[in-house]
């Protein structure tokens, strides 16, 4: 019956609907020895940590009452999911969570690796594999309490297949975090046109627009794939100072936490008045008034 099981999971991610998206893969490859220099090609990731780190940490203090001064995410089991050379690895290790980064960049995982090896700490902590998120959904079905994709989803193949697994592989009231750019004129503009072409923040070529998501179509894949979107915060770089900040406005970066219904979610929904039974009390309540 568990052979069978696997089976049925595993058939609807074949090969032919991967989201991995090869020609993405050969342009990250070109860089791969280029993640920890912080003044190159990525300097603008490593910036994002000033606001994507605390956003996770405290979004995830904020959900739990056990608090570890020091190792504020100790015993949380974190998936990041293109993790690259280990950016947002790295940080998250050091708050004290089981980290577990994947990448389909063979290259990208050795630099990842190696780096983390300098670290005794990390290297306890974070264990790296070259995969998709489609190879790892048959051995991790519920395995993390998180996942991280962040500056990812604009590179995959097949937004709703790796929003699918997301679901597989995260436990019930698991939280999802991704960081994305929208789908605007600006973001062609300032995304594309100015960061790629004029200024050289991120190589050229790294963003295609048409890939580009909008928080509402993200949040309608999330929705109806079994998550409830909790926050969509507007996030802003500013080339001037190399730092990143939050803004009201979605128009460019955002920054988006879901939460996966769980077994708890499920069953009180089944308790929960319909709303025929509101409306029909509200009219017994307008007759007995």
């Known amino acids: 019956q568990l052979s069978l099981f696997r089976f049925t999971v595993k058939r609807p991610f074949s090969t032919s609907h991967s989201s991995v998206d090869s020609k993405e893969m050969k342009k990250f490859q070109l860089l791969a020895h280029k993640w920890w220099d912080e003044e190159g090609e ?15 940490r405290d979004t995830l203090l904020s959900m739990s009452s056990n608090y570890h001064p020091g190792n504020p995410l100790s015993g949380i089991k974190i998936l990041d999911v293109g993790c690259g050379g280990g950016l947002l690895c790295e940080p998250l290790g050091r708050l004290g969570a089981s980290v577990t980064g994947i990448d389909p960049v063979e290259d990208n995982i050795r630099t990842a ?26 051995e991790s079905m519920e395995t993390f309490d998180v996942i991280v994709a962040s500056e990812v989803v604009e590179h995959v193949a097949d937004l709703e297949t790796f929003i699918k697994c997301c ?29 790629e072409k004029i200024m050289g923040i991120v190589p050229e070529g790294t963003h295609e627009w048409e890939k580009f998501v909008p928080p509402e179509e993200l949040e309608r894949l999330l929705e109806s794939n079994g998550f409830s979107v909790r926050t969509v915060n507007g996030m802003l770089y500013n080339p001037l100072s190399g730092s990143w900040g939050w803004m009201e406005s979605t ?17 009180h929904a089944t308790d929960a008045p319909s709303e025929t039974d509101i409306q029909q009390r509200s009219a017994t309540a307008g007759t007995a008034g």
């Open 42 to 56: 990525y300097a603008a990731l490593h910036s994002m940590n000033d606001i994507r780190v605390p956003f996770i």
């Open 113 to 138: 690796d190696r780096h983390k090896s300098f670290d005794p700490v990390l290297a306890k902590r974070i264990r790296y594999k070259s995969s998709s998120l489609e190879e790892i959904v048959e």
């Open 167 to 195: 679901s597989q592989v995260l436990k019930p009231e698991g939280s999802l975090f991704i960081t994305t750019v929208n789908k605007t004129q600006l973001s062609y503009v300032l995304g594309i046109v100015v960061a």
């Open 251 to 267: 128009s460019l970066n955002y920054a988006l936490h879901a939460v996966k219904s769980g077994a708890r979610a499920r069953s």
